[in-house]
Structures are given as C-alpha cells and as structure tokens.
C-alpha cells in the first residue's frame, strides 16, 4: 500500500489502459479519480472499482478545455490534492494523409495532444504550490516511429513525447517529475483484425506506471519503451 494517502487522476480511465492503471493504483492504496467521454461509461468503471478503493468518476472529454476544468473543479471538491496525472485517453483514426478529413485530424490532435496539456496546465498550478507532482503521459512507439497511415496519430504521438520532455525541463527544480510511456502493441482492440494473446497487456503497463512511482524522488525516469516480447510475424 505504498500510495496510501496519495491522489491521483487517469484520463481515459474507464476501459482499456487506462482502467488497468486505475486497478493497480487503487489496489496499493491511492484515491483514484478517473473520467471517460459518457456518463453511462463514467458510472459503470466506478461501479465495478469501489470493490478496490476510493474512486470517482467524472465525464470529460479532455480534448475540450471547457471539459478538464470542470474535472479538475470537479477532484478539487473531493480531494484535498493531486499528487499523480496519468495522461491516457487518447484516439487513432487510422487513414492516409489525403483520406484524412479536417476533422479526423483535429480530433486527434485535440484529444491525444491538446488534452494533455489542457490536463497538464490544470494540474501543473496546484504541483509547484505543494513543490511535488507526477506527470506520466501514455504516448506510444508511433511517437518515434512513422508507419503508412498513422499521419494524425504520428503527429499526436511525436508531439507528446516532445511536449513530455519540455514539461519535465520546465518543472523538474519546482519538484515535478514527468515520465513517457510508450507502448507498442497492446491488447486493448485498438488495432485492426487478428487475435491478441501476443501483445503486451493492459496491466503490464499499469506495472510500469507502479514502478515509476516507486522510484526514490530524486531521480526521473524520462522515457520507457515497451513491447512485446514475441511480435506475430
């Protein structure tokens, strides 16, 4: 129970990554706030957490500013800080550059790009006050490794991991610390045809997340690269 007493936030938390992050900090003793893009998806992650531990849910769609600082107003009635930000609600609209229409590319800039810093902005203001935080953004391999295809999510992914860096020289000497996790394939539906028992899963992530947040406060872990270890050929 090593988060016991500490309060933490994962976008993105009702399924997925985001709901194994949620799990694993619950189960060592965080409160845990999460939110997704619908009440009814909000409500029924709740639900089947408070088995494990003090949760909150709240609906937002991180990709509008309007929506993080309702959420943020939202923890702050609840809880009497932030100590953790999991940044991991995210799209893929996978198309080529000339198929990809105004608004799928404005959708994913917005909500995996955008939305973390409209999250990051938000949060940044209570960790300087308090001298300590954690930023850990869920990014991906598809931010240091083009592929056909993933013009938009590239773009996102690439900005993440650039944005990640500067937030983390912005802030590491106010006592906040910022880690990028970046998957590979994950068994999450996310990608298109074929069985997942080969990719890394959900919970293989969360232990990351537990690992970085076990690390002694004086040392940053920047960046991780996950993958699975036996690739379909």
Known sequence: MFLEGKYALVTGGTRGIGKAIAVALL??????????????????????????????????????PENVAALFRFMEERFPRLDVLVNNAGIGIMKSAADL??????????LNLSGVFYCCHEALRGFREQKHGYIINISSLAGKNPFAGGAAYNASKFGLNGFSE????????????????????????????GGEDWKIAPEDIAEIVLSLLRMPERTTVSAVEVRPSRPKK
Request: with cysteine; aromatic share 2%; charged share 20%.
């Open 101 to 110: 229409t105004i608004e799928d590319w404005q959708a994913t800039i917005d």
């Open 27 to 64: 189960e060592h003793g965080a409160s845990v706030a999460i939110c997704g893009r619908s009440d009814a998806s909000v409500s029924a992650a709740v639900e089947e957490l408070q088995p494990k531990g003090n949760v909150i849910g709240h609906r937002a769609d991180v990709g509008a």
């Open 166 to 193: 500067a937030v983390m020289l912005d802030h590491r000497n106010d006592g906040v610390r910022v880690s990028t996790i970046m998957p590979g394939s994950v068994a999450t539906g996310f990608g298109k045809g």
